[in-house]
Structures are given as structure tokens and as C-alpha cells.
């Protein structure tokens, strides 16, 4: 029996086990900017056993916006959606830095020799054999992707961060 639309093969479904899915999945979610908000936040998705795998703060006068990326995408939205946060997602690249001497420089030129604009970028509380990781946000999600796998960067996929052994370490 198919569950797929058309000839289409089914769809099988995701497992617990993390998304192979060559992005992260970015939650940016509206506060006020005040004092405890960020708190509240984190003690929501950390008391659950997930991991902080990035964080950036995006704030102005009257609101903030934390961009957020977790070790597990589906129970961070589960939570989200539960605690009725005000978020939308976005997917972002994240990439280990290169065992070399200017490692951002590497990745920002195989970007720019693709003429590819990245529109910003944080760390990714991530190390695997000594090398940490970013996240990047891309103008084309897809061609980034390539760029990258075609110069010979590794992508971090959330089955990564979820088998991360030196997450903090």
C-alpha cells in the first residue's frame, strides 16, 4: 500500500535517531527584552535533556530574537509549540571548521569564489577531533551545500550533534 501522492514512493518516516537532512534546523523565537526571558527559554529546553547546540542573540529596544539550534529538532518543537513561543524556523548550514590555519577564511572563500552571500554566522557548541563548527545562513540553502561538499567541507547534520561526544568538552 502506498502513503505517497501519485507513483510517488512512500514517504518513511523520521525516527528519533535524528534528521539526515544535510541542514539544521534554526528556531528564532520572539521576546521581550527584559531581564529573564533568555532564562526562561533556556530552562524550558534544557530541563527537557536537550542540548544547546548554538545560540545568537538578535535584540533592539522592545524585543529580542534568539536563534536556536538544538541537538534534537522534533523535541525542541514539541516543547515550543507546547509553551505557545512565538518562533518560525529557518534551515542553516553547519560546517567544521578545516584543520588549518585560518579555517573561517576557508570556508568564506569557498562561499565567495561561488559568489555566494552568507548573511550570517555564529559558533556551533560542537568539536569533534579538536575542530569546532558554525552555523551559516546561506542566501541559497541548496547551492551552499554544494559549494561546500564540492570544496570539501564536512556538513554537520543533527545525527551528528546527537552522537557528539565532545559536545562539551
Same mark, same amino acid.
Given at each position: ?6 507513483? $510517488?514512493?512512500? /514517504? ?9 537532512? +544535510?541542514? !539544521?534546523?534554526?528556531?528564532?523565537? @520572539? #521576546? ?56 518560525? $524556523?529557518?534551515? /542553516? ?9 585560518? +579555517?573561517? !577564511?576557508?570556508?568564506?572563500?569557498? @562561499? #565567495? ?57
Amino acid at each position: 500500500m502506498s502513503m505517497g501522492f501519485g507513483d $510517488e514512493a512512500p /514517504v518513511e518516516p523520521m525516527t528519533a535517531h535524528g534528521r539526515t537532512w +544535510p541542514c !539544521l534546523r534554526q528556531f528564532g523565537i @520572539f #521576546m521581550e527584552n527584559r531581564v529573564g526571558c533568555l532564562h526562561d527559554l533556556l530552562r524550558q529546553v534544557e530541563r527537557h535533556d536537550l542540548r544547546v547546540a548554538a545560540l545568537s542573540i538578535v535584540d533592539s529596544v522592545d524585543h529580542a530574537v534568539a536563534r536556536l539550534v538544538v541537538n534534537n529538532y522534533e523535541r525542541a518543537l514539541e516543547l515550543l509549540e507546547f509553551a505557545n513561543a512565538h518562533m518560525f $524556523e529557518t534551515d /542553516v548550514i553547519g560546517v567544521e571548521l578545516p584543520d588549518n590555519d585560518q +579555517p573561517h !577564511l576557508s570556508i568564506c572563500s569557498a @562561499f #565567495m569564489s561561488a559568489e555566494l552571500n552568507i548573511h550570517y554566522t555564529y559558533p556551533l557548541v560542537y568539536r569533534r577531533n579538536g575542530r569546532g563548527a558554525v552555523v551559516l545562513y546561506v542566501e541559497d540553502i541548496d547551492e551552499g551545500l554544494r559549494v561546500l561538499n564540492e570544496s570539501g567541507h564536512k556538513v554537520i547534520t543533527e545525527s551528528d550533534l546527537l552522537a557528539d561526544d565532545e559536545f562539551y568538552g
